[in-house]
DNA sequence: AACAACCTCAACCGCATCAGA
DNA sequence: GTCTGATGCGGTTGAGGTTGT
């Protein structure tokens, strides 16, 4: 019976979230903000894990979420910026405003992926791979740069650590200025769409 | 109308990383 | 320095919807 009852205790909802439980978790968070998961559930009342109420959060109901189609523009973002960074999909969510990372994984693995599968059957030749030797040159330079600096500075060249997302700035992709995008495209004009 | 095949997307899972004690 | 809990990320799953036969 108390084994039952424990059981009963941890056993937490799964699945599709109800329209009461969605407005019990954002009254939760519009109080006590968006941190702290594990707290959450059991102050809103909820038989979930904090885990799921965050990515319930964070894919459906945070402010500033833009649902439905994805525009042209926003797909041939996507497009340049996968060639560019790989499945980072968080990253490429930060570029896209109001779009989460779950959303634009989705949209890859259910449409760009099979456009851009076709795509290489025709042209021959791997995009994919190019973009990678395009993308190592670029980390190879950003590399070198940071050498000579260190060189200057006197640090350990065999302690390098390079993060792509430090180096490069995406910052002007929020005001819809997509160049930069091209910019490192170019560097190897094969790659380009 | 009934069924199968396929597609989409919300949600889960496991692992990695971070931050604070 | 290391331990632990919290958070974040990407891969995967499965329910429900749509389309084709």
């Known amino acids: 019976m108390e084994q039952k009852l424990s059981l009963k205790r941890f056993d937490v909802n799964k699945g599709a979230w109800t329209a009461e439980e969605d407005r019990k978790l954002a009254e939760v968070i519009k109080v006590r903000g968006a941190k702290r998961w594990k707290t959450i559930p059991t102050i809103a ?3 979930r894990c904090g885990k799921s109420c965050r990515l319930r959060w964070m894919n459906y109901l945070r402010p500033n979420i833009k649902r439905g189609n994805i525009s042209d523009q926003e797909e041939d973002l996507i497009l340049r910026l996968h060639k560019l960074l790989g499945n980072r999909w968080s ?3 930060g570029r896209l405003p109001g779009r989460t990372d779950n959303e634009i994984k989705n949209y890859w693995n259910s449409h760009l992926s099979k456009k851009v599968n076709q795509k290489k059957k025709h042209s021959g030749a791997s995009a994919t791979q190019g973009c990678k ?3 190592q040159r670029l980390v190879e330079n950003a590399k070198e740069q940071v ?3 260190n060189t200057s500075t006197g ?5 390098i650590s ?3 997302d430090d180096f490069f ?6 005001t819809g200025n997509f160049e930069w995008v ?3 495209l170019e560097v190897d004009e094969g790659f380009k769409f």
Do not use: K, M, T, Y
């Open 91 to 93: 990253l490429i969510a």
């Open 169 to 174: 700035d995406f910052s002007n992709v929020d």
């Open 147 to 149: 050498r000579e600096e």
């Open 155 to 159: 640090f350990e060249e065999s302690n």
């Open 162 to 164: 390079f993060d792509v």
């Open 133 to 135: 030797f395009a993308q």
């Open 182 to 184: 091209n910019r490192f």
């Open 45 to 47: 009342g909820l038989n």
